[in-house]
T-cell receptor, first 116, second 112 residues
Framework: GAGVSQSPRYKVAKRGQDVALRCDPI?????LFWYQQALGQGPEFLTY????????KSGLPSDRFFAERPEGSVSTLKIQRTQQEDSAVYLC??????????????FGSGTRLTVV | QKEVEQNSGPLSVPEGAIASLNCTYS??????FFWYRQYSGKSPELIMS????GDKEDGRFTAQLNKASQYVSLLIRDSQPSDSATYLC????????????FGTGTLLAVQP
């Protein structure tokens, strides 16, 4: 596609529910990043994939968060047993270069998760 | 101390004026610096990147980098109401990931 596509755009989850957020990067992009943006804050790094390999998951806040990119294209961020503090916008970004952070990257429109 | 610091604002400037947005960072090893613009309810959009000391101009935007002072700035000339947004400074965190570390952003309001 022309840009990074994320779905759903909005998700309301009851506390304790599991959610799955999808990211479809720009075709052929090697690098894929997930970020979490709380209200009034800048994006915070969660995890990074180079093709199908998850090279950095240091930003995942707890073991309730899990991300995968099994075929090196579409990625899914899963949050188990959601808590209110998980409420945020989840942003996905991709880059055509191996060193995505060196040249900057393009964000998708994000998924706004609200846990009630 | 946060790795990337910005004044949260709001910074209010009249239409046609120069808006000056500032950012400091803590990691002296950082090599790549970016400015993103984020409209309310939208995702961040990359508007400028800078890699070496000095100024880099692109249209009405000028990015300035001073690595010795660990300081990055963005100047917007002839500010327009459509420039009203949050401006996020981002720094390459280095390492194998080269993830970007973002500041909290500065809210710019351009008054017509």
């Amino acid at each position: 596609g022309a840009g990074v596509s994320q779905s759903p755009r909005y998700k309301v989850a009851k506390r304790g529910q599991d959610v799955a957020l999808r990211c479809d990067p720009i075709s052929g992009h090697v690098s894929l990043f997930w970020y979490q943006q709380a209200l009034g804050q800048g994006p915070e790094f969660l995890t990074y994939f180079q093709n199908e390999a998850q090279l950095d998951k240091s930003g995942l806040p707890s073991d309730r968060f899990f991300a995968e990119r099994p075929e090196g294209s579409v990625s899914t961020l899963k949050i188990q047993r959601t808590q209110q503090e998980d409420s945020a916008v989840y942003l996905c970004a991709s880059s055509s270069r191996d060193m995505g952070g060196v040249y900057g990257y393009t964000f998708g429109s994000g998924t706004r998760l609200t846990v009630v | 101390q946060k790795e990337v610091e910005q004044n949260s604002g709001p910074l209010s400037v009249p239409e046609g004026a120069i808006a000056s947005l500032n950012c400091t960072y803590s990691d002296r090893g950082s090599q790549s610096f970016f400015w993103y613009r984020q409209y309310s309810g939208k995702s961040p959009e990359l508007i400028m990147s800078i890699y070496s000391n000095g100024d880099k101009e692109d249209g009405r935007f000028t990015a300035q980098l001073n690595k010795a002072s660990q300081y990055v700035s963005l100047l917007i000339r002839d500010s327009q109401p459509s420039d009203s947004a949050t401006y996020l400074c981002a720094v390459n965190g280095g390492g194998a990931t080269n993830k970007l570390i973002f500041g909290t952003g500065t809210l710019l309001a351009v008054q017509p």
